[in-house]
């Protein structure tokens, strides 16, 4: 009888993961579209200076406006896009566009900076050193002003990925570590990054108010941070006084709903002023 049981569980089981791979081999094939027929747009959220105010640079977001089910997040189609190499493509346009959007916006603000998100797969294609020096070409974008955001988890205890770190920051590319301590990593990795930029997860930014053993943590990545040179950035900043916070234990930048939600081009150009006269097209 429980083998019984067990065979009818199997059987609802394999319904379930069955319309879960109908659902994502649904979502791949829409995926491969999306890019041919301009699903794909990005959004930019503002990174500030804490101490200022001032903007810094824009996080590109990119989202998908699928034709029958409205806006699908990233956290949903980066994963498939990944299983299924799309990601290649999807990571490409994202870096061009985005290249091309922060130059334009250069003619009126030549200091602002560029983040954008470099998945694993990317990371890990062995052309991509040579994929962001054309992009930089091609767009004539200052390498300096470009940040590429990577995971801890995608860092293994390897070379390999301080070779292509460093291959890629010889361009003046900088890097970030994303979602820093949420990730499985040991800190003595930290040691070997040649890495300009620890992004503390919202995780950590979100409970610093209603939890006070958070600001110990906080405090304790952004010593250690500051102490391997490099620069701080809070992610998901709603409240006022987490900003002040942050920025009374020596972080430096931050970006959350505080300031902006990521927006599209358009809006971000309302925003900051960055529409040029000679724009009349
Ligand atoms: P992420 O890189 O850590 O980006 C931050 C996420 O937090 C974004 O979600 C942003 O909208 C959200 N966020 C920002 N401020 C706040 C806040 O104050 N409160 C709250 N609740 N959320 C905030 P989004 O845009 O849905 O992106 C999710 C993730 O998808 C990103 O996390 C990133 O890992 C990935 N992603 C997005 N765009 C790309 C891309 O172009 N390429 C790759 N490989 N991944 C991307
Ligand atoms: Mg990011
Ligand atoms: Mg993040
Ligand atoms: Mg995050």
């Given at each position: 009888?429980?083998?019984?049981?067990?065979?009818?569980?199997?059987?609802?089981?394999?319904?379930?993961?069955?319309?879960?791979?109908?659902?994502?081999?649904?979502?791949?094939?829409?995926?491969?579209?999306?890019?041919?027929?301009?699903?794909?747009?990005?959004?930019?959220?503002?990174?500030?200076?804490?101490?200022?105010?001032?903007?810094?640079?824009?996080?590109?977001?990119?989202?998908?406006?699928?034709?029958?089910?409205?806006?699908?997040?990233?956290?949903?189609?980066?994963?498939?896009?990944?299983?299924?190499?799309?990601?290649?493509?999807?990571?490409?346009?994202?870096?061009?566009?985005?290249?091309?959007?922060?130059?334009?916006?250069?003619?009126?603000?030549?200091?602002?900076?560029?983040?954008?998100?470099?998945?694993?797969?990317?990371?890990?294609?062995?052309?991509?050193?040579?994929?962001?020096?054309?992009?930089?070409?091609?767009?004539?974008?200052?390498?300096?002003?470009?940040?590429?955001?990577?995971?801890?988890?995608?860092?293994?205890?390897?070379?390999?990925?301080?070779?292509?770190?460093?291959?890629?920051?010889?361009?003046?590319?900088?890097?970030?570590?994303?979602?820093?301590?949420?990730?499985?990593?040991?800190?003595?990795?930290?040691?070997?990054?040649?890495?300009?930029?620890?992004?503390?997860?919202?995780?950590?930014?979100?409970?610093?108010?209603?939890?006070?053993?958070?600001?110990?943590?906080?405090?304790?990545?952004?010593?250690?941070?500051?102490?391997?040179?490099?620069?701080?950035?809070?992610?998901?900043?709603?409240?006022?006084?987490?900003?002040?916070?942050?920025?009374?234990?020596?972080?430096?930048?931050?970006?959350?709903?505080?300031?902006?939600?990521?927006l599209p081009?358009e809006e971000i150009?309302q925003?900051?002023?960055?529409?040029?006269?000679?724009?009349?097209?």
């Open positions: 009888q429980a083998k019984e049981q067990g065979g009818s569980m199997y059987t609802i089981y394999s319904l379930l993961s069955q319309n879960d791979e109908h659902k994502q081999l649904m979502l791949e094939n829409d995926l491969r579209d999306a890019l041919e027929t301009d699903q794909l747009l990005l959004h930019y959220q503002p990174v500030i200076d804490l101490e200022t105010g001032l903007l810094k640079s824009f996080e590109a977001l990119v989202r998908w406006k699928h034709p029958k089910l409205g806006l699908v997040s990233p956290a949903e189609f980066i994963p498939v896009a990944e299983r299924s190499m799309l990601i290649n493509d999807i990571g490409t346009w994202v870096l061009e566009t985005a290249c091309r959007q922060v130059k334009e916006w250069h003619a009126v603000n030549s200091d602002i900076g560029l983040a954008v998100n470099v998945s694993i797969r990317q990371f890990r294609n062995p052309q991509f050193p040579d994929l962001v020096k054309d992009v930089l070409e091609i767009t004539e974008y200052p390498a300096h002003l470009l940040i590429l955001e990577i995971t801890e988890s995608m860092m293994q205890d390897d070379w390999e990925s301080i070779r292509i770190i460093d291959e890629i920051r010889t361009l003046g590319v900088k890097w970030a570590i994303d979602d820093f301590g949420t990730g499985y990593s040991s800190l003595s990795k930290l040691a070997f990054l040649p890495i300009d930029y620890l992004k503390i997860d919202r995780s950590f930014t979100m409970e610093m108010l209603t939890h006070p053993p958070m600001q110990s943590i906080v405090q304790t990545i952004i010593d250690m941070g500051r102490n391997l040179d490099m620069e701080l950035i809070a992610e998901g900043i709603e409240e006022a006084g987490q900003s002040l916070l942050l920025q009374h234990y020596g972080c430096q930048f931050g970006q959350g709903y505080l300031f902006s939600k990521p081009a150009e925003a900051y002023c960055l529409t040029t006269l000679m724009k009349v097209h």
